[in-house]
């Protein structure tokens, strides 16, 4: 039985690059494509599906539409180092996508050695255990 996955709408479509946009101040190439996913993990077949990819920043992205309001998403540097968000598919095409580009932003900045969303407990650690008093606030 063959499943056919509607393809992205124009507005979807557009909805992408704003977000894209919004996250480089630049136009970026947004492709159209089909993904092979594994959709029923108890017959492991693979279902083609959609999906719109665009490159930035030596990241390569993946939006995949596997039916009406049904997302998933993934971004992938080399084949076998592939990162999805945390979340295996979204109802809502605009917080797959933002949700995609500050899980990749902030593995970008692990990648560099900028620690980020640091707390008290860990600047103590990294400060060789002594405590950590922030700024005093008036």
């Not at 500050?102 to 970008?108: L, P, R, T, Y």
Request: net charge negative; proline share 3%.
């Amino acid at each position: 039985m063959t499943i056919t996955f509607p393809d992205f709408t124009e507005r979807e479509k557009k909805l992408v690059q704003q977000c894209i946009k919004e996250r480089y101040g630049k136009e970026v190439v947004l492709e159209s494509a089909e993904a092979e996913v594994m959709l029923d993990q108890l017959t492991e077949a693979l279902d083609t599906c959609p999906s719109l990819t665009w490159q930035e920043r030596d990241a390569n992205f993946v939006v995949i539409k596997t039916g009406d309001n049904r997302f998933r998403c993934q971004f992938y540097y080399i084949p076998t180092e592939q990162f999805g968000t945390g979340k295996d598919e979204y109802d809502n095409l605009g917080d797959c996508v933002i949700t995609l580009l500050q899980v990749q932003a902030d593995h970008e900045l692990t990648r560099q050695g900028i620690k980020s969303g640091m707390n008290a407990v860990d600047f103590s650690k990294a400060n060789d255990g002594e405590e950590y008093y922030g700024p005093l606030i008036i």
